[in-house]
């Protein structure tokens, strides 16, 4: 992070002694020990100096931190993994609440649901619901938070089997602008518990999140790699496909440079590759069956899908993507790839930055189509493709190239596009795109906003306007 010169907050010294007294948790300021460490994101290119961060422990905690805020008028961000492009869990001046602190875990493998505190990541769910032969869908990679990655929609490797997070979410509990706590789920505050499946941290602090689980423990899975050569020829395979094949086999196309490291073959280092990486959480019996066509008519120089424990799928690439690197993100939705899309995502993938950048396409048909666009926040139940377009490496260096590489990138491809793209995968690009993501469902999530959190509290987010007085009557 690049060091700069902050002007100090000034607070009222009282007030913050009284809140020290009130958390079980931590307060830090700058200048405590701990507090560098605290305010690190998990992208580099974000460099935030709270005045405040209570690291809360428990709801006591969280109304707490709320009511502080809230009353003294300060900018107020809410930290679960910390995972955000745009470091929407964090602040300059304000106070963050940071729950990482909070990371119980209670399974309850005979109603087969997890309840899990807001700060966990979903290596911290796997972990405790693995052994009892259970899991839920969550993304790709480990380190991500539960927080976040669900309140945006979630989508993972069970998507087409499972659907998206939200869609295996029973219910929140979480702390209102006011201070009050609440359960939304399906029989209390319906409206609210639509708008968290998708609408973000906009309505709240979800102290803990109940989730459905599914019997998943091995599932056959793994990347398999082609020439970037044959890229045309592969995304067009994977998309008539996907687009086709049973829900429990999911696999996300990718253009990818292959790292310097085993277990890749050393003639395929640093090399531009195109890649799927599949899952396939049907019966581990048939899955050699289900593979053989793939097998047969786009036969990959390098193949690691193999059965393996869902928690080590989940866990592959996490060695690859540390915290601290620098992330710039873009993202659409796709209903289908056409011919001249096609050609586009393999010109500029074949302009990947750094060794690090890539270009996913992940696809959200199967299960994701089994709930209607307007029975969660989470709108684009008609797309197919979720695209993601990611600008990473450790040198700030390339940050001006990365930029440039990604923005170029979305913007050939934005026309055939469905219009909007998914906010956990996009940066602070205002008011326009979080409309574009909602499409339909933005006026409705404006109005519950105006219910819950009317003076716009919880505004570091993918921030939805709360709806005037005069726009509701
Ligand atoms: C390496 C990597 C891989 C990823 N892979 C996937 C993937 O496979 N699938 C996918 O869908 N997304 C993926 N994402 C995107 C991810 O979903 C978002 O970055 C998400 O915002 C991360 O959540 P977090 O809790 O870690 O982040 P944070 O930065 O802590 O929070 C993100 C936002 O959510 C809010 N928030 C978080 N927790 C709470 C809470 N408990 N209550 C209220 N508000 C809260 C914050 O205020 C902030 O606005 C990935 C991101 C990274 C960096």
Same mark, same amino acid.
């Given at each position: 992070?690049?060091?700069?010169?902050?002007?100090?907050?000034?607070?009222?010294?009282?007030? +913050?002694?009284?809140?020290?007294?009130?958390?079980?948790?931590?307060?830090?300021?700058?200048?405590?020990? #701990?507090?560098?460490?605290?305010?690190?994101?998990?992208?580099?290119?974000?460099?935030?100096?709270?005045?405040?961060?209570?690291?809360? +422990?428990?709801?006591?905690?969280?109304?707490?931190?709320?009511?502080?805020?809230? /009353?003294?008028?300060?900018?107020?961000?809410?930290? #679960?993994?910390?995972?955000?492009?745009?470091?929407?869990?964090?602040?300059?001046?304000?106070?963050?609440?940071?729950?990482?602190?909070?990371?119980?875990?209670?399974?309850?493998?005979?109603?087969?649901?997890?309840?899990?505190?807001?700060?966990?990541?979903?290596?911290?769910?796997?972990?405790?619901?693995?052994?009892?032969?259970?899991?839920?869908?969550?993304?790709?990679?480990?380190?991500?938070? +539960?927080?976040?990655?669900?309140?945006?929609?979630?989508?993972?490797?069970?998507?087409?089997?499972?659907?998206?997070?939200?869609?295996?979410?029973?219910?929140?509990?979480?702390?209102?602008?006011?201070?009050?706590?609440?359960? $939304?789920?399906?029989?209390?505050?319906?409206?609210? &518990?639509?708008?968290?499946?998708? #609408?973000?941290?906009?309505? *709240?602090?979800?102290?803990? &999140?109940?989730?459905?689980?599914?019997?998943?423990?091995?599932?056959?899975?793994?990347?398999?790699?082609?020439?970037?050569?044959?890229? $045309?020829?592969? +995304?067009?395979?994977?998309?008539?496909?996907?687009?086709?094949?049973?829900? /429990?086999?999911?696999?996300?196309?990718?253009?990818?440079?292959?790292?310097?490291?085993?277990?890749?073959?050393?003639?395929?280092?640093?090399?531009?590759?195109?890649?799927?990486?599949?899952?396939?959480?049907?019966?581990?019996?048939?899955?050699?069956?289900?593979?053989?066509?793939?097998?047969?008519?786009?036969?990959?120089?390098?193949?690691?899908?193999?059965?393996?424990?869902?928690?080590?799928?989940?866990?592959?690439?996490?060695?690859?993507?540390?915290?601290?690197?620098?992330?710039?993100?873009?993202?659409?939705?796709?209903?289908?790839?056409?011919?001249?899309?096609?050609?586009?995502?393999?010109?500029?993938?074949?302009?990947?930055?750094?060794?690090?950048?890539?270009?996913?396409?992940?696809?959200?048909?199967?299960?994701?189509?089994?709930?209607?666009?307007?029975?969660?926040?989470?709108?684009?139940?008609?797309?197919? &493709?979720?695209?993601?377009?990611? *600008?990473?490496?450790?040198?700030?260096?390339?940050?001006?190239?990365?930029?440039?590489?990604?923005?170029?990138?979305?913007?050939?491809?934005?026309?055939?596009?469905?219009?909007? #793209?998914?906010?956990?995968?996009?940066?602070?690009?205002?008011?326009?795109?979080?409309?574009?993501?909602?499409?339909?469902?933005?006026?409705?999530? $404006?109005?519950?906003?105006?219910?819950?959190?009317?003076?716009?509290? &919880?505004?570091?987010?993918?921030?939805?306007?709360?709806?005037?007085?005069?726009?509701?009557?």
């Amino acid at each position: 992070m690049i060091e700069q010169q902050h002007a100090p907050v000034t607070l009222e010294e009282m007030a +913050v002694q009284e809140l020290a007294t009130h958390l079980r948790g931590t307060l830090l300021r700058p200048g405590d020990v #701990g507090y560098e460490e605290a305010r690190a994101v998990y992208n580099g290119m974000i460099n935030k100096h709270p005045a405040l961060i209570a690291r809360c +422990v428990d709801v006591a905690d969280v109304i707490a931190a709320v009511n502080f805020a809230r /009353e003294q008028q300060l900018t107020l961000a809410v930290r #679960g993994g910390g995972h955000n492009g745009p470091g929407l869990g964090t602040c300059d001046d304000g106070l963050v609440i940071d729950l990482s602190g909070m990371k119980g875990i209670r399974v309850d493998p005979v109603a087969r649901t997890v309840r899990v505190e807001g700060g966990c990541t979903w290596g911290d769910v796997d972990h405790a619901t693995h052994p009892f032969g259970l899991a839920t869908p969550s993304g790709l990679i480990s380190t991500t938070g +539960v927080g976040g990655l669900t309140l945006g929609g979630g989508i993972g490797y069970l998507a087409r089997s499972l659907g998206l997070t939200i869609d295996n979410l029973l219910g929140v509990d979480l702390v209102l602008a006011d201070g009050s706590f609440v359960t $939304a789920s399906a029989d209390e505050h319906a409206d609210l &518990f639509w708008a968290v499946r998708g #609408g973000g941290g906009n309505f *709240g602090v979800v102290t803990s &999140f109940l989730f459905q689980l599914h019997p998943i423990s091995t599932v056959y899975g793994g990347p398999m790699l082609w020439p970037f050569g044959q890229a $045309a020829g592969i +995304v067009k395979f994977w998309r008539n496909f996907i687009l086709n094949a049973p829900e /429990e086999i999911n696999g996300s196309f990718g253009l990818v440079t292959v790292s310097p490291a085993p277990p890749i073959p050393e003639q395929f280092h640093l090399k531009k590759m195109c890649t799927i990486v599949w899952c396939y959480s049907g019966a581990l019996e048939q899955a050699e069956e289900v593979f053989q066509p793939i097998r047969t008519n786009i036969p990959p120089v390098v193949d690691f899908a193999r059965p393996m424990p869902w928690p080590v799928l989940q866990s592959l690439f996490d060695a690859l993507y540390p915290p601290g690197l620098q992330w710039y993100w873009k993202t659409d939705f796709f209903t289908d790839l056409s011919a001249k899309a096609i050609d586009l995502y393999v010109k500029y993938g074949a302009q990947l930055p750094t060794i690090r950048s890539t270009m996913y396409l992940h696809p959200i048909n199967g299960a994701v189509h089994r709930v209607g666009a307007s029975e969660t926040a989470f709108s684009f139940r008609d797309a197919n &493709f979720a695209e993601v377009i990611v *600008g990473v490496d450790p040198d700030p260096a390339n940050n001006q190239r990365m930029i440039g590489w990604a923005r170029d990138y979305w913007m050939a491809l934005h026309p055939y596009s469905a219009g909007g #793209g998914y906010v956990n995968m996009m940066m602070d690009e205002g008011t326009d795109s979080v409309q574009a993501a909602y499409r339909d469902n933005y006026a409705r999530l $404006a109005q519950i906003k105006a219910t819950y959190d009317p003076s716009n509290l &919880f505004h570091v987010n993918q921030n939805i306007t709360p709806m005037s007085e005069r726009m509701r009557s």
